[in-house]
T-cell receptor, first 113, second 112 residues
């Protein structure tokens, strides 16, 4: 069964450093989402792509976060500089279309020291 | 924007009992309500969903009910098993975007 892939699975970094996360959605899924999940809470959407275009990034802290999906397939989420409050699980999800079931990747757990 | 409240935050039941998790939402335009199960250290997985044109949906031991007037929906798990132990999240889509707003989660513990 096809799954969403993410890497790395774990990342430890010091504050003010740059970090990057990678996501490879299920083949054929046009819609890709990046979520942040703080321990004990539900996922919060950061950015949504439809193919290579950003559909919604209203909750993305654009002063330090950036996301791209240049060829409409895999995607990268970057944080620069990282802050202590960025420690969380970063989940990627994909769906066939924007009105379809989302499938989540295993996530990248980030710890900022 | 949409606001989703989920209760209880923790639910402890004995194996074989039923479990009910309730969620309320604020935006009357929301029309898609998925439920996700997240086991410790694993990804959220969709277990059931319901759209606003349906009041109830059932899949084996799991059922979801929706009351659009009261703006609340509930997850019902019957004959609970230890492997049902996990965190369950409800979500509601905002307007027509189908981007879900998640509740804070319910930690379900099923004691053998």
């Amino acid at each position: 069964e096809a799954e969403v892939a993410q890497s790395p699975r774990y990342k430890i970094t010091e504050k003010s450093q740059a970090v990057a996360f990678w996501c490879d959605p299920i083949s054929g899924h046009a819609t890709l989402y990046w979520y942040r999940q703080i321990l004990g809470q539900g996922p919060e959407l950061l950015v949504q792509f439809q193919d290579e275009s950003v559909v919604d990034d209203s909750q993305l802290p654009k002063d330090r976060f950036s996301a791209e999906r240049l060829k409409g397939v895999d995607s990268t989420l970057k944080i620069q500089p990282a802050e202590l409050g960025d420690s969380a699980m970063y989940l990627c999800a994909s769906s066939f279309g924007h009105a379809q079931t989302q499938y989540f990747g295993p996530g990248t757990r980030l710890l900022v020291l | 924007g949409e606001n989703v409240e989920q209760h209880p935050s923790t639910l402890s039941v004995q194996e074989g009992d039923s479990a009910v998790i309730k969620c309320t939402y604020s935006d009357s335009a929301s029309n898609y309500f998925p439920w996700y199960k997240q086991e410790l250290g694993k990804r959220p997985q969709l277990i059931i969903d319901i759209r606003s044109n349906v009041g109830e949906k059932k899949d084996q031991r799991i059922a979801v009910t929706l009351n659009k007037t009261a703006k609340h929906f509930s997850l019902h798990i019957t004959e609970t098993q230890p492997e049902d132990s996990a965190v369950y999240f409800c979500a509601a889509s905002y307007g027509g975007s189908y981007i879900p707003t998640f509740g804070r989660g319910t930690s379900l513990i099923v004691h053998p």
